[in-house]
């Protein structure tokens, strides 16, 4: 089964990057948004993050106008019946995916993989209210999506063997890792990084830390490219939240309890970078902590 048009859908933080890597591998690409300015400020971010890879010799300038003019932004989402793959990388709520799913289904060929960027809902009760659970599975992206070298993917109950082979498939062309991970709730990285994260804000909120020195720890102490806190606000404080309930209900495991400090800076809108503040203030020429 070769892969050739991709479909992407949702154009923010993740489809942006997604849309990027697929294109500089050389795959045509159609970007769906409901926004039209989502879609051209997506356009804009690509272009950017392109420029800055020009800019440091990882690409050509060639390659990025390749790779740019294969990029075909739409709003229109029954277009994506033409591809051969669709990743859907929408806002990470069951029933939006499950709408998007429902008006996709009638334009797509049948040999087309559908396939989703969630972090953390069920695969395969995604996959089992569409038409095609055998060619339906999870394409999982870290942030940010250009420079990140893994993707897992995610099998469902029902996920086939050839649709498997074609997704990794493409994350080889991409240059990327696959990692293959079972099922259950948040796969491997959300598993394990999560908890890693709601635990330091476990840390802030026992006074036990403060902002800066928490990320501090983690950055001196343990060599992680971003302190955890620094990171949430990255990934998102919303998203965070959301995956931590996924695990408490998922597992019905009392360890993975969202922090209520977590919880409050969520009800305040303050979602981390995206919004412009959540553990740091984004707002000034430097982020300043919160707390
Ligand atoms: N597009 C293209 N290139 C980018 C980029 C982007 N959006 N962001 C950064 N880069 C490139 C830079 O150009 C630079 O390239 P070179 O190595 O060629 O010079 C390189 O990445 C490093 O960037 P910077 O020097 O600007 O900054 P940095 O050294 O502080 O690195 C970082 C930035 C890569 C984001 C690093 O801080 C990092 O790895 N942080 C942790 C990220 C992480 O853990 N992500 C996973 C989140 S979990 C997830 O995504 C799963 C989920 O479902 C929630």
Not at 5 to 23: D, E, R, S
Not at 66 to 93: F, K, M, N, Q, Y
Not at 169 to 185: I, M, N, Y
Not at 233 to 259: E, Q, S, W
Request: proline share 5%; hydrophobic share 40%; with cysteine.
């Amino acid at each position: 089964m070769e892969i050739r048009k991709i479909g992407v859908i949702g154009a923010g933080q993740m489809g942006n990057g997604i849309a990027h890597v697929m294109a500089l591998a050389g795959y045509d690409v159609l970007l769906n948004d409901i926004s039209e300015d989502v879609l051209d400020k997506a356009i804009a971010t690509i272009r950017k993050n392109m420029e800055r890879q020009v800019s440091r010799d990882r690409i050509t300038a060639e390659a990025m106008e390749a790779a740019l003019a294969r990029i075909t932004p739409t709003l229109t989402l029954s277009d994506l019946g033409a591809t051969d793959l669709v990743i859907e990388a929408a806002t990470e709520r069951e029933s939006v995916k499950q709408a998007i799913f429902d008006e996709l289904l009638p334009h797509l060929q049948d040999h087309t993989i559908l396939t989703s960027n969630t972090s953390s809902i069920s695969i395969t009760r995604l996959a089992s209210r569409t038409d095609r659970p055998e060619k339906f599975m999870g394409f999982h992206f870290m942030n940010p999506v250009p420079v990140m070298q893994l993707v897992e993917l995610i099998r469902g109950i029902a996920t086939d063997k050839p649709t498997f082979d074609a997704c990794r498939a493409v994350v080889e062309k991409l240059g990327k890792t696959a990692a293959s991970a079972e099922d259950f709730p948040a796969f491997i990285v959300n598993r394990i990084l999560m908890p890693m994260i709601n635990e330091a804000v476990y840390t802030l909120y026992e006074g036990v830390g403060s902002v800066q020195s928490i990320d501090q720890s983690m950055k001196l102490g343990a060599n992680h490219p971003m302190g955890p806190l620094e990171l949430a606000d990255f990934i998102g404080l919303d998203t965070c939240l959301a995956i931590m309930n996924v695990l408490h209900d998922g597992l019905a495991d009392t360890k993975y309890r969202p922090c209520p400090l977590l919880t409050k800076y969520v009800e305040a809108g303050w979602l981390g970078r995206k919004t412009g503040r959540g553990f740091y203030d984004y707002r000034g020429d430097e982020p300043v902590p919160t707390r």
